[in-house]
Structures are given as structure tokens and as C-alpha cells.
């Protein structure tokens, strides 16, 4: 078997190189992408984010326990450009102390940051084709809510769920990341904490004020330390799918983010072809340094000859 045919028999090890090979965008992957790409589109793709601290590797390994037990299969990724050791990191020991170790039904990786602005966020979602076409039918990505990165990363997911906890600090925090708006479901975690009905309180008062659409954005408490709630959460990602394949949500997100793939792409394309060294290249340099051509006509015959 190819390396393609590895992931898409689910392989751990494989699945693991081929995101490894993502991130060192290595000779051949593009390619292996487009063919991993074709094979996906089964998955179910959640995004969780939320402050720092607020219990989202808590939150996710639970969830993961649950679906397991319920019989699907857990891809999880940890964006965090921050600091991507410790959410990939702490996650990784919760469920290597847990029954999830050695199952082979779990792939759990943290997805570091290398090379250009976008890199993060694009090396997140050809992560999301690998685990997609490996078959796994739940993928979770783990993000801080902070910068455009993270926000561009979990604009790929198709349900996005938002953690807040008690204390006004953190939820003024949530809205000035915009993440509100992003919301799909809100998870109030540490539920167990003084101020809980008072947090729960006013994330609902804030909702009222939410543009409407035909969704209502739930709001779930959960105790992630414990796994109270986490059950029940995870019916509302199942309802909030059920309500997007049946409105034509899902498809208008699935163009939305193909869209961002094609420029993405288009992007890398054009510009290997703009390289010094690349004779056609170079020669249009030379023009428009001489003012023989300008910029202008330089380019567009540049891509006319792609
Ligand atoms: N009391 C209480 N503590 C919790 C709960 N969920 C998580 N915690 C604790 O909160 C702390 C942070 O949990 P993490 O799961 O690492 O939080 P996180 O949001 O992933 O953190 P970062 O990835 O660093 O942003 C840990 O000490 C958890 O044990 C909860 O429901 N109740
Ligand atoms: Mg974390």
C-alpha cells in the first residue's frame, strides 16, 4: 500500500506522518491531499474554543471517551500557536492515562505553527482532510480563542462550540474575541463553580441579542472535570448537524471553506512559478527593470502562460 491508501485504511502510524509531512509541506503531499481530499467529506467536524483554562482538553477528552463508547470513531486536533505543547500535550496525557489508550478508534494530535502568516490555519485543515479520509467520524479541533488564526481554523468546522465559565472576566473576554458570533452552541463548563446560574443567566440575556436564524443556539452546562453534561452536549452537536444537512447549511459551509482552499492553492501555485531562477521569471524581471514592459503586463503574461 501507498502512503495514501495507509490513511485511508486508518493506520495510526500513517496518519501521524502524512500530518507530519503537512507540516513540513514535503515534496508530494499536495498531491496526496488532492487524492485524500476525494476520499473525505464523511466526517463530522467540531470545533471547541473558549479562554485559556476554561476546560476545553478537559471537555474534549470527555467527549471523546463518550463517543467511543457510543461506537465513533475520534479524530482530535490541538490548534494552539501559542503555546501548542501544553493543549496537544495535556490532552495527550489525559487520554494515554485513560481507557482511550491504545484504541485505536482515537488519533490525537497538536498541529504546530511553521513558516508564513496562514500557515497555522492551513495546515489545520489539509490535518482535517487526512483524519476525514482515515474514516474518523467525529473530528474535534481544540483552539484559544484569541488571534485571526484560530478564528480562520475554526471557520472549517461545521459546528462551532463556544466555552465559557463563571466569572464576568472570562465571558467579556469571549465577546471581545468575537467568538460569540461564531457560536453554533454555548458550553457553560464548571458548572460546579459559585456563580454558574449567574454566568448561565447572562450568556442567555446576551443570546436575545444574537441575529436569529431558524438555529437556537443552545447553551449546555457542563462539569467537563466530572463528565456531567458532556452526554447531553454531545446530542447538541448531533442536533445542530441533523438541523444543517436538513436546512442546506452544511453545504453552504462546505463551499465556504472550498472556496478559502482553492485561493489557498491558487496562491502557492502562481507564486512558485514567481521565483528568481524560474527563466520566464526572470526574464519579465529584467524588462521591467529596463523599462521595457511594466509590472502589469509582466504578470499578466506570467499567469496567461500558467
Ligand atoms: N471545577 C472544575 N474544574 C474544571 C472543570 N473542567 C476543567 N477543570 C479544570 O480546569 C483546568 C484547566 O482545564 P483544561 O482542560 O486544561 O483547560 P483548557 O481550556 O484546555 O486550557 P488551555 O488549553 O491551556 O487553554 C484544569 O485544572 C481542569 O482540571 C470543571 O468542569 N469544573
Ligand atoms: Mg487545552
Not at 470545533?47 to 463517543?67: D, F, I
Not at 484569541?146 to 465577546?175: C, F, H, L, R, Y
Amino acid at each position: 500500500m501507498n502512503r495514501v491508501e495507509r490513511v485511508r485504511a486508518g493506520e495510526t502510524a500513517s496518519i501521524a506522518r502524512m500530518i507530519s509531512r503537512i507540516e513540513r509541506r514535503s515534496d508530494g503531499v499536495a498531491d496526496e491531499l488532492a487524492q485524500l481530499h476525494r476520499a473525505g467529506g464523511h466526517a463530522h467536524i467540531i470545533g471547541v474554543t473558549g479562554a485559556a483554562g476554561s476546560g476545553k482538553s478537559t471537555l474534549v477528552g470527555e467527549l471523546t471517551a463518550h463517543y467511543r463508547r457510543a461506537g465513533r470513531t475520534v479524530g482530535v486536533l490541538a490548534v494552539d500557536p501559542s503555546s501548542v505543547f501544553s493543549g496537544g500535550a495535556i490532552l495527550g496525557d489525559r487520554i494515554r492515562m485513560s481507557a482511550l489508550s491504545g484504541d485505536d478508534g482515537v488519533f490525537i494530535r497538536s498541529i504546530a505553527t511553521r513558516g508564513a502568516l496562514g500557515g497555522l490555519s492551513r495546515a489545520a485543515l489539509d490535518a482535517i482532510t487526512v483524519l476525514d479520509a482515515a474514516g474518523k467520524d467525529v473530528i474535534v479541533l481544540e483552539t484559544v480563542g484569541v488571534g485571526q488564526a484560530e478564528v480562520d481554523v475554526i471557520s472549517a468546522a461545521q459546528t462551532v462550540a463556544v466555552v465559557s465559565v463563571p466569572g464576568m472576566g472570562d465571558d467579556v473576554q469571549a465577546i471581545k474575541a468575537g467568538l460569540l458570533e461564531i457560536a453554533d452552541v454555548h458550553v457553560l463548563n464548571k458548572a460546579d463553580r459559585d456563580g454558574a446560574q449567574k454566568a448561565y443567566a447572562e450568556l442567555r440575556d446576551m443570546l436575545r441579542f444574537a441575529p436569529r436564524t431558524d438555529w437556537e443556539v443552545p447553551i449546555q452546562r457542563t462539569v467537563a472535570a466530572t463528565g456531567e453534561g458532556v452526554e447531553e452536549l454531545a446530542t447538541r452537536f448531533d442536533e445542530h448537524h441533523e438541523w444543517m444537512s436538513r436546512t442546506g447549511e452544511l453545504n453552504r459551509r462546505a463551499r465556504r471553506t472550498a472556496a478559502t482552499r482553492i485561493r489557498w492553492m491558487a496562491e502557492e501555485i502562481v507564486l512558485d512559478r514567481l521565483r528568481d531562477g524560474e527563466p520566464e521569471f526572470d526574464r519579465e524581471v529584467d524588462q521591467v527593470a529596463d523599462m521595457s514592459t511594466d509590472p502589469l503586463h509582466a504578470a499578466q503574461r506570467l499567469i496567461g502562460a500558467l
